[in-house]
T-cell receptor, first 111, second 113 residues
Framework: KQEVTQIPAALSVPEGENLVLNCSFTDSAIYNLQWFRQDPGKGLTSLLLIQSSQREQTSGRLNASLDKSSGRSTLYIAASQPGDSATYLCAVRNQGGKLIFGQGTELSVKP | EPEVTQTPSHQVTQMGQEVILRCVPISNHLYFYWYRQILGQKVEFLVSFYNNEISEKSEIFDDQFSVERPDGSNFTLKIRSTKLEDSAMYFC???????????FGQGTRLTVV
C-alpha cells in the first residue's frame, strides 16, 4: 500500500531564505507526482506536476525534483516571501489514477 | 482562469440527514473526483468518475455515498444518512484527461451535529 510522508511537518524561516521541502513515497510505481499549496481553511492550489519520466519541473521560484527509484521528491522554494506561508502537500498518482497525499509541511515565512 | 467551484462553502446538518454537495468542474474536463480531509488529517481519496460511471472508489465510499452528474455541468456527492465521523472538508477536483493535472475546488466544510 502506497504511503506518502513529508518532512518536516512544520518549518519557519526568515524572509529571503531558500528552502527545501521533502516528500517520500514507499512504492516507486507511480504515474506522476503533484505538489499543492493549501491556505488555512481553503482548497488546494496545484503548483507543479512532475511526470514519472521527468527529473524536475520548474515554475517561477519553485522547482520540484523527482527521484522515482529512491521514492523521493523535493520542492525547492527560492527567495521565500511571507506570502509563501501555507501548507505544502505532496501527492503521488498511482496507476489507478487516484492521488495519495502526504500530511503536508506547514511553512511560515517571517518578515 | 477556469476553476472548480463548490457549493455550499459550509454545511451543518443533523446526524442521519441526507446531504448533497455540489461541484461545477472545469468545463472541458472529463475526469471528476471527490476527496475529503478530516480536520488535522491527510487528504484522502473517495471516488473518481468518468464517462458517467465510477472508475475507482475507496473503502470509505460505502453504500451511504453516491455520485451523480445530473446534467452537463454539475457533479454531486450525496451522503444518504450522515454520521458524526462524516464531518470533514470535502473537495471536488477535475482533470482534462486520465493522469493529468488535477484542479481542486475550495471545498465544502461539512459539520454533522
Amino acid at each position: 500500500k502506497q504511503e506518502v510522508t513529508q518532512i518536516p511537518a512544520a518549518l519557519s524561516v526568515p524572509e529571503g531564505e531558500n528552502l527545501v521541502l521533502n516528500c517520500s513515497f514507499t512504492d516507486s510505481a507511480i504515474y506522476n507526482l503533484q505538489w499543492f499549496r493549501q491556505d488555512p481553511g481553503k482548497g488546494l492550489t496545484s503548483l507543479l506536476l512532475i511526470q514519472s519520466s521527468q527529473r524536475e519541473q520548474t515554475s517561477g521560484r519553485l522547482n520540484a525534483s523527482l527521484d522515482k527509484s529512491s521514492g523521493r521528491s523535493t520542492l525547492y522554494i527560492a527567495a521565500s516571501q511571507p506570502g509563501d506561508s501555507a501548507t505544502y502537500l505532496c501527492a503521488v498518482r498511482n496507476q489507478g489514477g487516484k492521488l495519495i497525499f502526504g500530511q503536508g509541511t506547514e511553512l511560515s515565512v517571517k518578515p | 482562469e477556469p476553476e472548480v467551484t463548490q457549493t455550499p462553502s459550509h454545511q451543518v446538518t443533523q446526524m442521519g440527514q441526507e446531504v448533497i454537495l455540489r461541484c461545477v468542474p472545469i468545463s472541458n474536463h472529463l475526469y471528476f473526483y471527490w476527496y475529503r480531509q478530516i480536520l488535522g488529517q491527510k487528504v484522502e481519496f473517495l471516488v473518481s468518475f468518468y464517462n458517467n460511471e465510477i472508475s475507482e472508489k475507496s473503502e470509505i465510499f460505502d453504500d451511504q455515498f453516491s455520485v451523480e452528474r445530473p446534467d452537463g455541468s454539475n457533479f454531486t456527492l450525496k451522503i444518504r444518512s450522515t454520521k458524526l465521523e462524516d464531518s470533514a472538508m470535502y473537495f471536488c477536483a477535475s482533470s482534462d484527461n486520465w493522469g493529468t493535472e488535477a484542479f481542486f475546488g475550495q471545498g465544502t466544510r461539512l459539520t454533522v451535529v
